[in-house]
């Protein structure tokens, strides 16, 4: 992968028309412009009922300019399926098939579907912009909130479960290409996006996306916060690639060097008020182990 | 050119035959040998379609759905449970107005466990927006897998294709296959108006408002209720579509010719015994006993259950002095439903015979010709009335 993406290298072209519907400081936003842009034109779209579904617009205005199938919040790698039997019914098969889905759509109600396209070898991209709870509706806890976090389930004491680790179980399914990223680096996803495209098969992109409303911040820290999960070690970004696991981007830089404590992520949302210090003793202790592991080459999959 | 095969292999033929392009499928009993029969066609080479064996009900239609939605010709089949596993699905392929064909394979639903036939799968079905069309024998299966394609790209409203399961699933019978090119010359290449396509975007399904709204040049574009009463419309007219198309097949294949209802001794007769399936078929020894008892009865097999053919039921039947509806299925804490739809298409009569209702078969129960005969016995009355709680055929209480 080349280092030497710049904003500058970005196509002018936008597939996504500004003045949409989602909120201010959406992560999401971020990484939707961003990454269509890597997709390119020749892109059909697969979404299941998400944010993105709101971002997209009401009928019958549109803000996407690429071709978007809305679909059953169960189905998004079935009809990703679907779509690229059709093309390759009908010789169509240099167009990009692209699923986005939340958290919800992938880790919770989506994986089954996402599981068997996975096993099938189903040739797409399946994005999943991971804003760690059930935004749409409201933020309820899904698969992929963090231990003790507040949602709208959750209210008081915080999710008692730790988050579901979904490119782990990508990659027992033996994919040639999964990769982390980040809302807070933007170019990174790009770069991993366009790379994904060098692949066949089915390839997954776990993407930290955070909210404003959901997380309780201020729409204007939304990189600032999306750097410090990464700072801290707590979300990292890494590539599987033909089953050799690596860490990329700012994780990579991080090797060697002293990591940000874990809290200083925690203050800065309301989300985790309910974090005693001993949670985030916890929590430090984990992640060190984590990073124990990464720097001395044995990766925790 | 005759065969002699299993339901579910005629209807692999006609699936076939109709040359789908994208075939999605998750097994149940006993919709299995037909799905079975498609991936050996397609793996043999003697089928160009993708086969796409999916892990669950509701990714096939999924599948489907999505490859409709692309542009291509779809199909899937399933049964019982795995049907109702659709349910979300189903109500989206019509919402969407995706021509998909699928054949229901009709058993019973749990709990409990049954995998005997019975038609409450699909009637439980019935308010998704899918037209239902019921065969009778393997000839009808394979006829009206043509007629299910032509007639739901026509309208764009996906079709069931219901036949029951084992008694003409799993059982062998002769059926004609017609040659490639006049089943061409019936069903032309699927040509949809729009389908997914860079080259001309368009956002599928998207969230749409209460109210209708105007589009970035000004038009106005239809809000939820007008798309949804929009389907209910092209329904009502698809029964007109279906009788005409029921016309051309026959003029090319010499068979059919009944669209809504299948009669048999009905014209001369006082009672009617009225039902789906092959029941209808069985029925017939039935009636030629009666007839040479003297009882003036004759059956009437309903070859469209939605959209609900009243008006043609209501010409047919309005003078008659009695009908006896016969039913695998029941509208829990009611009726049989398809006696429900023939009390009220009768309605707009003023003249009309009394209507009774009979439960039978339910996963499987074995439908003895005695009872039958004795049930139609009793019912072929002048003294008879309608009845608003059905009876039970073949009950062990």
């Known amino acids: 992968m080349t280092a030497k993406t710049t904003i500058l290298n970005l196509t002018d072209e936008e597939f996504v028309h500004p003045g949409n519907r989602a909120c201010s400081g959406c992560g999401l936003s971020i990484i939707y412009r961003t990454a269509l842009k890597a997709l390119g034109r020749d892109t059909i779209l697969v979404v299941p009922p998400s944010c993105l579904t709101v971002l997209q617009g009401l009928y019958p205005v549109a803000a996407t300019q690429l071709p978007s199938l809305n679909v ?9 399926t679907g779509v690229l039997g059709a093309l390759r019914a009908q010789g169509r098969e240099k167009t990009t098939v692209a699923a986005w889905a939340g958290d919800g759509g992938t880790a919770d109600i989506g994986l089954q579907a996402l599981s068997g396209a996975c096993e099938r070898g189903e040739n797409f991209i399946f994005f999943c912009y991971d804003n760690e709870a059930y935004m749409n509706t409201g933020v309820q806890r899904s698969g992929t909130t963090p231990q003790h976090v507040l949602t709208t389930t959750t209210p008081i004491s915080g999710k008692p479960q730790k988050k579901k680790d979904v490119p782990a179980i990508m990659a027992a399914h033996g994919l040639d290409y999964i990769a982390t990223a980040s809302a807070a680096y933007p170019i990174d996803l790009y770069d991993k996006t366009i790379k994904a495209k060098t692949f066949t ?24 916060i999306g750097r410090l ?29 002293k990591r940000l404590p874990v809290g200083d992520y925690f203050k800065t949302q309301s989300r985790f008020k309910a974090l005693t210090d001993a949670h985030i003793e916890e929590i430090q202790q984990d992640v060190d182990r984590k990073w124990n592991a990464y720097e001395n080459n044995d990766s925790p999959r | 050119m005759h065969i002699i095969e299993s339901g579910n292999v005629a209807a692999a033929f006609g699936v076939k035959m109709a040359e789908a392009a994208v075939i999605a499928a998750y097994p149940i009993t006993p919709q299995t040998p037909l799905t079975e029969k498609l991936s050996e066609l397609v793996d043999a080479g003697e089928m160009d379609a993708q086969y796409i064996p999916v892990e669950s009900e509701h990714s096939a239609l999924a599948v489907c759905i999505a490859a409709s939605s692309a542009g291509s010709r779809t199909f899937t089949a399933t049964s019982a449970n795995g049907l109702l596993y659709m349910n979300e699905q189903l109500h989206w392929a019509a919402g969407a107005r995706l021509p998909i064909v699928m054949c229901v394979v009709n058993r019973g639903i749990g709990a409990p466990w049954t995998v005997w036939n019975d038609h409450q799968d699909a009637i439980s079905q019935r308010d998704t927006g899918w037209i239902q069309l019921y065969a009778c024998d393997h000839q009808q299966i394979f006829d009206t897998v043509l007629k299910a394609f032509r007639l739901a790209e026509t309208v764009s409203i996906p079709v069931m294709v219901c036949y029951d399961g084992y008694i003409l699933s799993h059982t062998y019978m002769p059926f004609a296959l017609p040659d490639m090119e006049a089943v061409r010359k019936f069903l032309p290449p699927f040509a949809p108006a729009y389908f997914l396509d860079p080259a001309r975007p368009k956002n599928l399904n998207t969230v749409t408002l209460p109210d209708i709204r105007p ?14 009463h929009n389907l209910h419309t092209d329904m009502r007219k698809s029964l007109d579509v279906l009788s005409d198309i029921e016309k051309e097949f026959k003029d090319i294949f010499g068979r059919g010719g009944y669209p809504f209802i299948e009669p048999y001794r009905v014209s001369d007769a006082d009672y009617v015994a009225v039902c789906m399936g092959s029941l209808s078929y069985h029925l017939r020894d039935v009636i030629d006993t009666l007839r040479a008892e003297g009882i003036s009865v004759g059956v009437a097999g309903l070859r469209v259950y939605r959209p609900f053919p009243d008006r043609a039921i209501a010409d047919a039947f309005s003078h008659k002095k009695g009908l006896i509806v016969f039913e695998k299925a029941l509208s829990y804490g009611n009726q049989g439903a398809l006696f429900a739809d023939i009390k009220s298409a009768l309605y707009a009569k003023t003249d009309r015979p009394f209507v009774r209702n009979y439960i039978l078969g339910l996963g499987g129960r074995e439908i003895k010709t005695t009872e039958l005969a004795d049930a139609l016995r009793n019912s ?14 073949g009950l062990k209480m």
């Open chain 1, 72 to 80: 059953t919040f169960a189905s998004t790698a079935a009809a990703a």
């Open chain 1, 201 to 224: 098969g089915p390839r997954y992109l776990h993407i930290h996306t955070p909210c404003p409303a959901g997380w309780g911040f201020l729409p204007q820290m939304t990189v600032k």
């Open chain 1, 229 to 257: 999960a990464v700072e801290t070690g707590l979300f990292d970004l890494y590539e599987i690639e033909n089953g050799r696991f690596r860490l990329t981007g700012q994780s990579a830089k991080m090797l060697g060097k």
């Open chain 2, 215 to 228: 589009d970035i040049r000004g038009e106005t574009a239809p809000g939820y209720m007008e798309i949804r």
């Open chain 2, 380 to 393: 072929c009355k002048p003294s008879s009335a309608t009845t608003d709680r059905p009876e039970w055929i």
